[in-house]
């Protein structure tokens, strides 16, 4: 199984950026592509980005040009350099894993709060 960690999330002004990071554990050779989730109070889990094992990058529509998703695998870490953050962004992040084969691995998730 793969263990997913979360940290980075905080609270920042409009206008301000985080970085948030997700370590993998367990088995990392079997994970293809990861991505950020996020879900705010009364509404739903969203996509925020993906990114494949050759980088490819995924973003919503709401997040597209501020937003920058990375992944080093030598670290077994993936990034979310959060940009221009908006008030409309505070939700908790969290980290997904697809493993070949198997149902995606969720983290716990990490608060983040953009105050206006």
């Known amino acids: 199984q793969v263990q997913l960690v979360e940290s980075g999330g905080g609270l920042v002004q409009a206008g301000g950026s985080l970085r948030l990071s997700c370590t993998a554990s367990?088995?990392?050779?079997?994970?293809?592509?990861m991505g950020w989730y996020r879900q705010a109070p009364g509404k739903q889990r969203e996509v925020v980005a993906r990114i494949t094992s050759l980088g490819s990058q995924i973003y919503a529509d709401s997040v597209k040009g501020r937003f920058t998703i990375s992944r080093d695998t030598t670290k077994n870490t993936m990034y979310l350099q959060m940009n221009t953050l908006k008030p409309e962004d505070t939700a908790v992040y969290i980290c997904?894993?697809?493993?070949?084969?198997?149902?995606?691995?969720w983290g716990p998730g990490t608060q983040v709060t953009v105050s206006s």
């Open positions: 367990g088995s990392i050779f079997s994970i293809a592509t």
């Open positions: 997904c894993a697809e493993r070949v084969g198997y149902l995606p691995a």
